[in-house]
Nanobody, 123 residues
Framework: QVLLVESGGGLVQAGDSLRLSCEASGLTFSRPFMGWFRQARGKEREFVASITRNGLITDYSDSVKGRFTISRDNAKNTVYLQMDSLKPEDTAVYYC????????????????WGRGTQVTVSS
């Protein structure tokens, strides 16, 4: 059974930091490409960041570039999202996902999803 479980969300103030974790089990971590997406209330889910299996290539949306860092520890089957300088507009449910489609930012290409973790940033 493929399973992704996110953790680390919470309520913080603008300018604070959070680190999200996504622990994978089953065949999920064999997928070469892992990503983070987010969905704010009333908005569509959007791409945030992605990382290759070896961790050497990462990609970010323009809205988080320079503030968020994605990484992975294959020994722990875990992907992380370090979020610094948080803004109220970062408030959303954050999801991790896995895919065989290298380089994709399209959520339709990701076939394994976690249930999400809420991040709320107050001003």
């Amino acid at each position: 059974q493929v399973l992704l479980v996110e953790s680390g969300g919470g309520l913080v103030q603008a300018g604070d930091s959070l680190r999200l974790s996504c622990e994978a089990s089953g065949l999920t971590f064999s997928r070469p490409f892992m990503g983070w997406f987010r969905q704010a209330r009333g908005k569509e889910r959007e791409f945030v960041a992605s990382i290759t299996r070896n961790g050497l290539i990462t990609d970010y949306s323009d809205s988080v570039k320079g503030r968020f860092t994605i990484s992975r520890d294959n020994a722990k089957n875990t992907v992380y999202l370090q979020m610094d300088s948080l803004k109220p507009e970062d408030t959303a449910v954050y999801y991790c996902a896995a895919t065989f489609h290298y380089g994709s930012k399209n959520q339709a290409d990701f076939d394994s999803w976690g249930r999400g973790t809420q991040v709320t940033v107050s001003s």
